[in-house]
């Protein structure tokens, strides 16, 4: 029996709307994925600091209120600083396709977005952790 990926997905900032970063963590566990769910308003020191703790194989961020392109690259840097920079990071929400190649030039992996397919997500976080 192999052991599941763990992932994080994290809130980072002062954006309270979690429907779709909770969809995504149900769809990752229902396809045999540990998650941690860091819940609403974190900091991307938090959201660093849980994944090393919990030694996850990816990141999976969230963000809704327009403030991507300072708080993705902000875990990105946290998990740097704090010895996690093999942890690739995943992100998703209402981000703009002109905001896109910045945020995967500030180390994200991929960028998911309104209508992103479930399955295209899934795979691309099983993706992430098996380059792991």
Same mark, same amino acid.
């Given at each position: 029996?192999?052991?599941?990926?763990? &992932? +994080?997905?994290?809130? %980072?900032?002062?954006?309270?709307?979690?429907?779709?970063?909770?969809?995504?963590?149900?769809?990752?566990?229902?396809?045999?994925?540990?998650?941690?769910?860091?819940?609403?308003?974190?900091?991307? @020191?938090?959201? =660093?600091?849980?994944?090393?703790?919990?030694? &996850?194989?990816?990141?999976?961020?969230?963000?809704?209120?327009?403030?991507?392109?300072?708080?993705? %690259? $902000?875990?990105?840097? $946290?998990?740097?600083?704090?010895?996690? =920079?093999?942890?690739?990071? +995943?992100?998703?929400? &209402?981000?703009?396709?002109?905001?896109?190649?910045?945020?995967?030039?500030?180390?994200? !992996? =991929?960028?998911?977005?309104?209508?992103? %397919? @479930?399955?295209?997500?899934?795979?691309?976080? !099983?993706? @992430?952790?098996?380059?792991?």
């Amino acid at each position: 029996m192999s052991t599941p990926y763990r &992932v +994080l997905i994290g809130k %980072p900032g002062l954006d309270g709307h979690d429907r779709g970063a909770k969809f995504i963590a149900r769809a990752l566990r229902d396809e045999g994925f540990e998650v941690i769910y860091t819940g609403i308003r974190r900091t991307a @020191a938090e959201i =660093a600091a849980t994944a090393i703790q919990e030694d &996850v194989d990816v990141v999976g961020l969230s963000s809704l209120s327009g403030a991507h392109l300072r708080l993705f %690259p $902000e875990v990105v840097k $946290e998990l740097k600083d704090r010895g996690g =920079a093999d942890i690739p990071v +995943l992100g998703g929400g &209402v981000i703009p396709d002109e905001d896109k190649e910045q945020l995967l030039a500030a180390g994200l !992996r =991929a960028i998911f977005t309104p209508g992103t %397919p @479930a399955a295209t997500i899934i795979q691309s976080f !099983r993706d @992430a952790c098996k380059q792991q």
